[in-house]
């Protein structure tokens, strides 16, 4: 098991390195386009800074927090949007608003009981699940800021979060898609940035998804189309899930499209196959209300 100070420290470095990228920025910059529609720079940050105080809410205020819950129902599909909008701020206000409020988020996880789940959008969560979605999801908006500045970031270890977060949401994949749980485990390979093994599911199983841990990790937040990635399915539950993996919260995101301009693969293997390489920058995103679809984080092998 991944302990809850660990999870916070991995956090507040993937904050900082965002921070880092987009600080010292020139307005024309921040009001740059995203892959997410109708979103720049700034919007991306500010749902950082609005999830992360929504998340404040559900660990230290539950009647706030379910005040933001009502509010959500009456535009399910717009209150992701609105969220955005109402943290926007002239730069170095959005940037003290997402820095102090990720600062409590933290030190209010940092308190809450072993055993105890904090409510969230649909599920509940132990603060370690809590922790280990803020990973993902900065990780994830970081990615849309490094495409629209044309910005390639050095993927590291922190990646192991993003990656079992996204084994362990395998069965939402499906249901968000209205299929039923698949009735056969899928082992996860993955070689991290540096080189080692990431495993994670039965040594046995018949289905295997293999690759990058990289590759893997925008795919499950659908920051590229799976015919980009060098990512290899071998049995049917695999290929399926490969084409429907969300690791967020919420209806079915639209994800992105194939690199234009080029011959496209589609990663299937039956025993063997190709593998696809690549990382398209291409229009299309995926917005969620902040955090995985539910799990305990830990460390099979």
């Known amino acids: 098991m991944v302990d809850l100070d660990s999870l916070l420290t991995d956090l507040a470095a993937e904050s900082e390195s965002l921070e880092a990228l987009v600080a010292g920025l020139p307005d024309a910059d921040w009001a740059r386009p995203t892959p997410a529609p109708g979103w720049t720079v700034a919007h991306q940050i500010a749902h950082l800074a609005w999830t992360d105080n929504v998340a404040l809410l559900a660990a230290t205020d539950i009647d706030g927090f379910a005040e933001s819950i009502q509010h ?27 820095r102090s409020g990720r600062t409590a988020l933290a030190r209010a996880l940092s308190g809450v009981p072993a055993g105890v789940k904090l409510p969230w959008y649909g599920t509940r969560m132990s603060a ?32 192991r979060h993003v990656a079992y977060l996204g084994f362990r949401t395998l069965g939402h994949g499906f249901a968000t898609h209205g299929r039923p749980f698949p009735d056969a485990p899928v082992r996860i390979e993955l070689r ?34 799976r015919a980009d990635l060098a990512l290899v399915a071998v049995g049917p539950v695999a290929d399926e899930w490969l084409d429907i993996a969300q690791i967020f919260a919420g209806p079915p995101g639209a994800g992105r499209e194939p690199r234009t301009g080029r011959e496209v693969g589609d990663g299937r ?17 995926s917005r969620e209300p902040g955090g995985g679809a539910g799990s305990e984080p830990g460390r099979p092998q």
């Open 128 to 159: 370690t699940s809590m922790a280990t979605a803020r990973i993902m999801e900065t990780w994830a908006h970081g990615e849309d800021v490094a495409d629209a500045l044309g910005h390639t970031r050095t993927p590291t270890a922190r990646l």
């Open 192 to 225: 991290g940035p540096d080189g080692d093994e990431w495993s994670f599911g039965p040594a046995d199983a018949v289905n295997l998804v293999s690759g990058p841990a990289l590759d893997f990790c925008l795919l499950v937040t659908q920051r590229r189309h």
């Open 269 to 285: 293997a039956s025993g063997g196959g190709h593998e696809f390489n690549g990382a398209g920058r291409e229009p299309g995103g």
């Open 72 to 98: 959500a129902a009456t535009d399910p599909y717009g209150f992701i949007d609105r969220g955005a909008a109402e943290f926007l701020a002239p730069v170095p206000e959005l940037l003290a608003r997402w």
